[in-house]
């Protein structure tokens, strides 16, 4: 008799296989202990001839061979059709969960009203909650400034005496959710290609009524930019699709005017940061660093021309752009 598995657990990767060979080992051992799991790995078309081996060597999870790079909330939407469990839990392969981590994420998820639960991935520093975007945060410095101005909400989003923080929104890379509330919001918003698709994930819950809850005790290692920048194209192209993302979910979530203010802030803000370091990388293009922001500096001014030529902030790289 089949039983239904405890925690599905859905992974997107992208030509990350070291990170994820140790993350569906970690996985294997949980899954022989107490918490039954049902694993799934979405591949988005890595196509380095490296599938074949990889699938025979781990035998146990799903793995589900995506017709392209789609993005990565395309690959949790495949991953999501594809599980059986009512409890779904979205992460990275360069993460690395424990038993007990895993356990008192399912047990806080079931004692609480959250829609929405995540934890730590470092041991670094007191956690921030993290806030939606919106005019007055949408830079670093912005944020900053934000912070130091509104002490109290961000005090009251921080971690309390039981270990508990509410942040708006928590990170793709660890997020745990229901069939119920994940079916409720009609999953991840594939016109997001890469980046900003959590902020809008979290965004839709709580518009909906949900909670997002944070644990602050429980941690999960993630070696973040692990599976994404492997080489300088990668990089170029990922930390240039995060400036893309702000301006998809700025089209989605503003108001008409607010909109159109954030679109040209961003635009200011992106440019400056991104010719000056693009064209001081020129002369020093034989450097991997200098010439990363070179390509971003090129990759962005050709999305703006390309946005105002197609008529939208999506990036072309979208399922749905």
């Known amino acids: 008799m089949t039983t239904t598995p405890t925690l599905s657990i859905i992974i997107v990767n992208y030509r990350g296989w070291k990170p994820l060979g140790r993350l569906l080992a970690a996985l294997e051992s949980i899954d022989k202990a107490d918490l039954s799991l049902e694993t799934i790995v979405v591949d988005n078309c890595s196509n380095d001839g490296k599938w074949e081996a990889f699938t025979q060597e781990f035998t146990r999870p799903k793995f589900i061979k995506n017709s392209g790079n789609h993005g990565f909330a395309h690959g949790c939407n495949t991953g999501a059709k594809n599980a059986t469990s009512p409890l779904l839990l979205f992460l990275n392969p360069d993460t690395l969960p424990t038993i007990e981590a895993l356990n008192e994420l399912v047990t806080a998820y079931h004692k609480s009203d959250f829609a929405i639960l995540s934890c730590r991935q470092s041991l670094k520093g007191n956690y921030k909650p993290l806030i939606f975007p919106k005019l007055s945060t949408l830079t670093g410095l912005q944020r900053s400034v934000y912070r130091l101005l509104n002490k109290e909400e961000i005090a009251a989003k921080s971690c309390d005496e039981n270990g508990i923080a509410r942040p708006d929104f928590v990170i793709g890379s ?78 989605k979530h503003f108001t008409a005017i607010t909109a159109l203010i954030s679109h040209k802030l961003l635009i200011i803000n992106n440019l400056l940061s991104a010719l000056f370091l693009g064209i001081l990388g020129i002369p020093l293009f034989f450097i991997p660093k200098a010439r990363v922001q070179t390509l971003i500096m090129v990759r962005l001014i050709s999305y703006y021309v390309k946005a105002i030529a197609r008529g939208t902030w999506r990036s072309e790289r979208s399922i749905l752009g």
């Open 174 to 251: 660890i997020v745990m959710v229901s069939r119920v509330w994940y079916d409720k919001i009609g999953g991840w918003d594939e016109r997001f290609w890469m980046y900003s698709e959590d902020d809008d994930f979290s965004k839709r819950v709580s518009d909906s009524g949900g909670k997002i809850g944070f644990l602050c005790n429980t941690y999960i290692e993630h070696v973040h930019g692990g599976t994404s920048r492997i080489n300088v194209e990668t990089e170029a192209l990922t930390k240039t699709e995060v400036m893309i993302s702000k301006h998809v979910y700025v089209a």
